[in-house]
């Protein structure tokens, strides 16, 4: 069993800066870890992973603006978010997956990012 707990989020202005960190209470070595956001309305959607080995992914929409990284020793996952714009907006998830048995899924309970104009 894995917890994820996520913070950092909040309300920043258009053109800011958040990072957002994901803890967890279980060894983390052997799962990719990701970010997830949903807005109001909409489909809860992949922002970024990283799996094991290091090797990273991106939706289009934040590509070159945020940034994803894992400190393993730290069982942590963190997000670097820069020139956030309004539709960043969302509830922002952190997700586990085991590499190996996908059953393996765990998820934080979210915390809100807000950009205004």
């Known amino acids: 069993q894995v917890q994820l707990v996520e913070s950092g989020g909040g309300l920043v202005q258009a053109g800011g800066s958040l990072r957002l960190s994901c803890a967890a209470s279980?060894?983390?070595?052997?799962?990719?870890m990701g970010w997830y956001r949903q807005a109001p309305g909409k489909q809860r959607e992949l922002v970024a992973t990283?799996?094991?080995?290091?090797?990273?992914k991106y939706a289009d929409s934040v590509k070159g603006r945020f940034t994803i990284s894992r400190d393993n020793a730290k069982n942590a996952v963190y997000l670097q978010m820069n020139s956030l714009k309004p539709e960043d907006t969302a509830v922002y998830y952190c997700?586990?997956?085991?590499?190996?048995?996908?059953?393996?899924?765990?998820w934080g309970q979210g915390t809100q990012v807000t950009v205004s104009a």
């Open positions: 279980g060894i983390i070595f052997s799962f990719t």
């Open positions: 990283i799996i094991s080995g290091g090797s990273t």
């Open positions: 997700n586990a997956k085991h590499e190996r048995y996908a059953s393996y899924e765990y």
